[in-house]
């Protein structure tokens, strides 16, 4: 039945864990709210270390707060993060995404910075500071790095941190055994899209949108122990899915994989929501890590990587590579169909347009087209920002009976 | 028709049909033989990339299953200039600097979406000259929610 305006703007009948209020992914307030309470102190991954396997290798990376990070390997193969910003007046040190830089020399007035963060030359120093002011006096922001997780290089803007172990506690246990071996990056791009970021992590939190997928309905939806697949939510709102076979050879044109992934079972998935906006999504041949980048509250980058085994032959790599191409690549099946429906979200629900209420209502057992999975997520985001996802201004609707996770 | 001319009408055929979701018509303009493939170079993580890699049977499965997909369903306008054309014995190895613009399908905004170029191998000797290879070298890397048929 159509709904009046009164009925459009009422309350879903859900308990409050289950739906949230539609400005939580608009409202620009709150979004530089999540930047401060969210992102800032979270560990985030900046990029892989084979993208930075020699000594003096770099790689630059917007962090979701909008600091521009360098991330690179010193001489002692420390990886180590800084802010791209030079102390002195404020400018860019390095401009390309990646390279090599044993010295880190600003462009402007040529300050040099070593990979351990320290100004190891001030041009004409001693002329224009005297001895008020020496290469000693100053250096690069370092921010928290660590490596882990499948050689991912992680970073933490918040000097009183908890350690990453701490951070990612058992959500990754599921892949652990899979990412033992060295990984190599083999695809990376980035897709900009007029959407909230969190709309992308929930779409990436639930697979009742398969229906969105011929290619998911085909290979995984019809077919044994799909329905079986289970949700387990974790500490600091991460959340995993487990693993089925997916029929690949469902799909024309398709075929039964042969390479797959050391340990897990042929046709395999596995995929790991991290809180507030990463994915670890193994499937078949290939791992696959989407980082959001939120740049507005209508706005994310997500930064998308493909790897393989570190191992590969050139024939391995090539099958690995049409695996991921075949749904992931920005001209994959599935990657365009998952991008159209969040932009689409973003479409109808920025503000002003009298999106109301988003639901994540659906409750089986935690399988896999149970929403608990998103539920998880604004647990722990409502915690964290202090507002409740479903009444994020307080506007007199009481407090939920009950945790959900 | 002398060669160069007909080489560079079998580029531009090429983008007709695809623009006008020909599939059938542009693959009567490859060989059996017909390799497709778009590749991008990463200045991020360094390294040249494939991001889809097809066969003749390969390429019609992909068209053919268009229907099944939900799709972007803005137009794209191929816009391929031929730069250089080398001729050695049955087969032409031809450069065309390739634009593709994309028009929004509600008030018909048109806005450039890729630049890059083909890098085809030409077969001659035929009635006419056919697609054996076509490697679409992008430039451009960010494609939104990205496309579901090949530029």
Not at chain 1, 59 to 69: D, E, K, N, Q, Y
Not at chain 1, 259 to 285: E, K, Q, V
Not at chain 1, 306 to 320: H, I, Q, V, W, Y
């Amino acid at each position: 039945m159509f709904k009046n305006a009164a009925e459009w703007a009422a309350k879903p009948k859900f308990p409050n864990s289950h739906y949230v209020d539609s400005r939580i992914y608009t409202d620009p307030t709150i979004f530089e709210e999540e930047k401060e309470k969210l992102f800032k102190s979270s560990w985030i991954i900046a990029c892989h270390e084979s993208e930075i396997p020699g000594a003096y290798d770099y790689r630059l990376f917007t962090h979701p707060t909008g600091v521009p990070l360098i991330i690179v390997r010193g001489e002692d193969t420390k990886v180590r993060g800084f802010y791209n910003i030079c102390p002195h007046r404020g400018n860019t040190i390095l401009y390309d995404p990646a390279g090599n830089a044993k010295r880190m020399t600003c462009i402007f007035h040529a300050w040099s910075f070593d990979t351990c963060g320290n100004c190891i030359d001030i041009s004409r120093a001693e002329q224009g500071y005297q001895n008020r002011y020496r290469k000693e006096d100053t250096g690069l922001r370092a921010v928290k790095t660590e490596v882990g997780f499948g050689g991912f290089v992680w970073v933490n803007l918040d000097d009183a941190s908890c350690t990453l172990k701490d951070y990612i506690g058992p959500a990754l246990d599921l892949l652990e055994p899979h990412m033992r071996e060295p990984m190599e990056v083999f695809h990376f791009h980035k897709a900009v899209i007029n959407t909230n970021y969190k709309l992308w992590h929930d779409t990436n939190s639930e697979f009742y949108h398969d229906f969105l997928h011929y290619f998911n309905r085909i290979t995984g939806m019809m077919q044994p122990g799909y329905f079986d697949r289970k949700y387990v939510g974790y500490t600091n709102g991460h959340a995993s899915v487990g693993s089925m076979e997916i029929k690949y050879d469902a799909y024309a044109g398709s075929k039964v994989r042969k390479i797959g992934w050391p340990g897990l079972a042929p046709g395999g998935w596995i995929l790991i929501d991290l809180f507030p906006g990463m994915t670890y999504n193994l499937r078949t041949s290939v791992l696959r890590i989407d980082t959001s980048v939120p740049l507005g509250p209508n706005k994310v980058m997500i930064e998308f990587r493909g790897l393989g085994l570190k191992r590969d032959t050139p024939e391995e790599r090539a099958e690995r590579i049409f695996d991921h191409n075949t749904i992931w690549s920005p001209f994959g099946r599935n990657l365009h169909e998952d991008l159209l429906a969040v932009y689409g979200q973003g479409r109808a629900m920025h503000e002003g347009t009298d999106s109301r209420w988003v639901i994540h209502g659906r409750e089986e057992n935690s399988t896999i087209h149970d929403e608990i999975g998103m539920r998880h997520f604004y647990a722990e985001w409502s915690r964290r920002m202090g507002r409740p996802a479903y009444d994020p201004f307080r506007e007199g609707r009481p407090e939920p009976a009950r945790a959900v996770a | 028709m002398d060669q160069r001319q007909q080489i560079e009408e079998l580029v531009y055929r090429t983008c007709l049909a695809l623009d006008e979701q020909d599939f059938k018509g542009f693959l009567e303009l490859c060989d059996e033989s017909f390799r497709y493939s778009i590749a991008a170079f990463s200045p991020e993580i360094r390294k040249d990339m494939t991001w889809l890699d097809h066969d003749k049977a390969g390429m019609d499965t992909l068209l053919t299953n268009l229907p099944r997909h939900n799709s972007d369903h803005s137009p794209l306008t191929r816009h391929a200039t031929v730069y250089r054309v080398s001729c050695e014995g049955e087969r032409a190895d031809v450069v065309s600097a390739l634009q593709v613009f994309r028009t929004a399908l509600d008030g018909g905004s048109t806005a450039l979406f890729a630049v890059g170029r083909y890098y085809d191998t030409v077969k001659l000797g035929g009635s006419a000259p056919k697609l054996l290879k076509r490697v679409v070298r992008l430039v451009t890397r960010e494609l939104g929610a990205g496309y579901h048929i090949p530029f």
